[in-house]
């Protein structure tokens, strides 16, 4: 597939906090944002993995001339003392806050329903849904003080096209959907835009787990119109949209960023969970025994 590029710049002066930064689409968008401009606060569980990304960040913020700069802090977004520490920290470069990306998420664990580990189902509740309203509480009241913001939540395709045996993943990122939907009702008043973003299969390291000679793979790909798989650029660039000045008219909307694949049906792992538990276990017709 053919690239293309865009011009850099337009976002000197902004401040924006994304969360899970260290990795993946988050680390993508931090260095497409910081490009433009941006002092850009990343944000994650693990220190290494943010120094990392910090220093691919300022590479790419230093080549392009527009000012833009990165810092990082350590903590969990289920952490409500954490979310405040970090938010104060992503306040440091220019005292005020423009923009934020939850972005931290995550499954805690795949499997039909009635075979599903309360716990896992919470801790992953807890990650996406709760991780993103304690975003929404600690950022909303910086950006109206800065005159207005842009907050993007980051959904999935699994957030509005069935995902059998995603389990809690599917509940939670329709929640984040919702959220922003009330927080753009909200909060439209006082100039602070809530939005959310839907990627499909993007090749980060998560889904690198999935083998590319796989019925599950071919169940992405051949529901794919455009074909193959995103890059975290693409989402990048969405995201980079929503946060800036060009989309000051938007809120409250999920975008798609999938290849088309929300146009057919979501992918079937059935084939990667079958082998262990078997076909009638998991419809339900006897019992599971580890």
């Not at 909303?140 to 207005?148: E, K, L, P």
């Not at 835009?193 to 992405?220: H, W």
Request: charged fraction near 15%; charge should be negative.
């Amino acid at each position: 597939m053919s690239t293309q590029t865009s011009p850099t710049g337009g976002l000197e002066g902004y401040a924006v906090l994304i969360t899970g930064g260290g990795t993946g689409i988050g680390r993508a968008c931090a260095e497409r944002l910081a490009a433009d401009g941006a002092a850009v606060t990343i944000c994650g569980r693990t220190e290494a993995s943010l120094a990392a990304a910090a220093s691919t960040i300022a590479a790419a913020a230093a080549g392009s001339g527009h000012g833009g700069s990165v810092q990082f802090a350590v903590g969990d977004v289920t952490n409500e003392d954490d979310v405040q520490r970090i938010v104060a920290t992503a306040l440091q470069p220019t005292g005020a806050l423009n923009g934020c990306l939850a972005n931290a998420g995550g499954s805690a664990g795949l499997g039909p329903y009635h075979l599903q580990d309360t716990k896992q189902f919470l801790d992953t509740l807890h990650l996406n849904v709760l991780g993103t309203m304690l975003c929404v509480k600690h950022t909303v009241a910086h950006m109206v003080a800065a005159g207005g913001g842009s907050f993007v939540g980051m959904s999935s395709i699994a957030g509005y096209v069935t995902h059998p045996y995603f389990g809690a993943y599917t509940v939670s990122k329709a929640g984040i959907e919702q959220m922003m939907r009330n927080a753009a009702d909200e909060y439209g008043s006082v100039n602070v835009r809530y939005n959310s973003v839907r990627p499909g299969f993007i090749a980060t390291e998560l889904m690198e787990a999935i083998p590319r000679d796989s019925d599950v793979y071919r169940s992405y790909t051949d529901n794919t119109p455009m074909g193959g798989v995103g890059e975290p650029q693409d989402v990048a660039g969405l995201v980079r949209f929503l946060l800036g000045p060009d989309a000051r008219w938007i809120t409250g909307v999920s975008i798609a960023v999938d290849g088309g694949l929300g146009l057919r049906r979501g992918p079937n792992f059935g084939p990667f969970l079958e082998p262990f538990l078997g076909s009638d276990v998991m419809l339900a017709k006897k019992p599971f025994q580890p």
